[in-house]
């Protein structure tokens, strides 16, 4: 059984901020609302039912990437492998994502690997 993650987050490089949020609204079934927005930094809430998410894009996180943090996991995907497989058939942009759940005791050094999806394939990654 695949673990399901109580939050997402992947990166992805040079993203347009309005495709991800037509991606985000497609995917998620729901009204993507925009609560702030600023240079560079996106913060979107969506309502389902009487759940919500919010949802960050951070167009400078790491280099070229952008990290797009799913607070709340109440979407269609168990992990931040899944919805990194979306999110790249949908932009068909290169998306980065953790190989593993975090865990607070592991702290800012665990040694999980990262997978790198790009041109329709997945592959292991050291960033």
């Given at each position: 059984?695949?673990?399901?993650f109580?939050?997402?987050?992947?990166?992805?490089?040079?993203?347009?901020?309005?495709?991800?949020?037509?991606?985000?609204?497609?995917?998620?079934?729901?009204?993507?609302?925009?609560?702030?927005?600023?240079?560079?930094?996106?913060?979107?809430?969506?309502?389902?039912?009487?759940?919500?998410?919010?949802?960050?894009?951070?167009?400078?996180?790491?280099?070229?990437?952008?990290?797009?943090?799913i607070?709340?996991?109440?979407?269609?995907?168990?992990?931040?492998?899944d919805?990194a497989?979306?999110?790249?058939?949908?932009l068909?942009?290169?998306?980065?994502?953790?190989?593993?759940?975090?865990?607070e005791?592991?702290?800012?050094?665990?040694?999980?690997?990262?997978?790198?999806l790009?041109?329709?394939?997945?592959?292991?990654l050291?960033?």
């Amino acid at each position: 059984m695949t673990e399901r993650f109580p939050d997402i987050e992947i990166y992805l490089m040079k993203p347009d901020p309005q495709a991800v949020r037509q991606w985000l609204e497609q995917s998620l079934s729901g009204q993507v609302e925009e609560l702030k927005s600023s240079a560079g930094h996106s913060h979107w809430r969506v309502t389902q039912a009487a759940r919500m998410m919010d949802i960050f894009l951070n167009e400078n996180a790491e280099k070229n990437f952008a990290s797009l943090w799913i607070k709340q996991n109440d979407t269609p995907w168990n992990n931040d492998l899944d919805c990194a497989r979306s999110a790249h058939q949908a932009l068909g942009c290169e998306i980065r994502c953790s190989d593993s759940g975090w865990q607070e005791s592991e702290g800012e050094n665990g040694d999980g690997g990262w997978i790198k999806l790009i041109r329709g394939e997945e592959k292991p990654l050291r960033w």
